[in-house]
């Protein structure tokens, strides 16, 4: 397979796939949840890097998240075992509601 050419930001996945950008941060946060080499950090200069993905990292993450809605509990439940803070949690799942209307 070809070497993607392309590093999306995150804040440019959670739009070309339309989810949360706070849930895609947490999901990303584990190195384990995307394949060795399909998530990147680009220096900036800034205090923080800015963290991206390829395009099959970004396949790799939409797929990843869809799996997660299947899960007993589902995106809450990962989250919880993310030990994410309840404020985030509730914005995430307020964006799952409007998801599923």
């Not at 950090?41 to 998240?65: A, F, M, P, Q, W």
């Amino acid at each position: 397979m070809a070497r993607s050419r392309f590093i999306y930001t995150l804040k440019e996945v959670a739009g070309l796939i339309g989810e949360n950008l706070e849930l895609i941060e947490e999901v990303t946060a584990n190195p384990d949840n995307i394949a060795q080499g399909e998530s990147v950090y680009v220096r900036d200069g800034s205090e923080d890097d800015i963290k991206g993905l390829t395009e099959n990292g970004v396949d790799d993450l939409r797929d990843l998240i869809v799996e997660i809605r299947t899960w007993d509990g589902g995106i809450r439940q990962f989250l919880i075992d993310e030990h994410c803070d309840p404020e985030m949690i509730e914005r995430i799942m307020v964006d799952e509601l409007k998801r599923g209307q």
